[in-house]
């Protein structure tokens, strides 16, 4: 099964990106000079810190533009470093619930398919995007997490999709632990 992002979430993502377009306008020059990014966006950067109204709004989305093209994360690492920006937890975290709300489509999905057929799901069934979440965090319980997503698929207790995200949270933290991160 592919997955492919909704126009919603690509929406999201594109005003998480102009948000750390306005985050960035607000350093000074000299923290501008030390991001890890091309000239020309350090240049712009510093060009919209010294506009204001309409101009700087149109400079922003420009730059937005620019770094929707570009690996945000050095840009995302120096804000939550130097100021303290949540935008990269905030993206992670929302990472977490939509791989959350995959893994139970795959098991509703899967359970409607078995039903069809006069069967139960069987236990030793895993949802692929479980496969995909275990390459991305080798750390990850899958039982438990096939567990829950079961149950929730059974019962539609909202606290079932819960310990899924619980789940996957406390695996995504132990793997920033063990890469080094400080886990913020």
């Excluded at 093209?69 to 935008?87: I, Q, Y």
């Amino acid at each position: 099964m592919e997955y492919t992002l909704s126009k919603s979430e690509k929406k999201r993502r594109a005003k998480m990106v102009e948000k750390l377009a306005g985050e960035l306008v607000m350093l000074s020059p000299v923290e501008i000079n030390k991001l890890d990014c091309a000239a020309e966006i350090k240049e712009d950067l510093r060009e919209a810190g010294k506009l204001k109204g309409g101009a700087r709004k149109r400079l922003i989305k420009y730059i937005t533009k620019v770094l929707r093209r570009e690996n945000c994360e050095p840009l995302l690492d120096f804000l939550s470093k130097r100021k303290g920006s949540k935008l990269k937890k905030n993206r992670d975290f929302h990472e977490l619930e939509r791989l959350r709300d995959d893994i139970l489509s795959d098991t509703i999905q899967a359970d409607r398919e078995a039903r069809s057929y006069a069967e139960n799901l069987a236990q030793d069934w895993v949802a692929p995007t479980v496969e995909i979440a275990l390459k991305k965090m080798p750390g990850l319980d899958s039982d438990a997490l096939m567990k829950s997503a079961r149950s929730y698929c059974r019962t539609r207790k909202a606290a079932h999709s819960r310990e899924i995200f619980r789940t996957l949270k406390a695996a995504a933290e132990d793997l920033r632990f063990s890469e080094g991160g400080t886990g913020r």
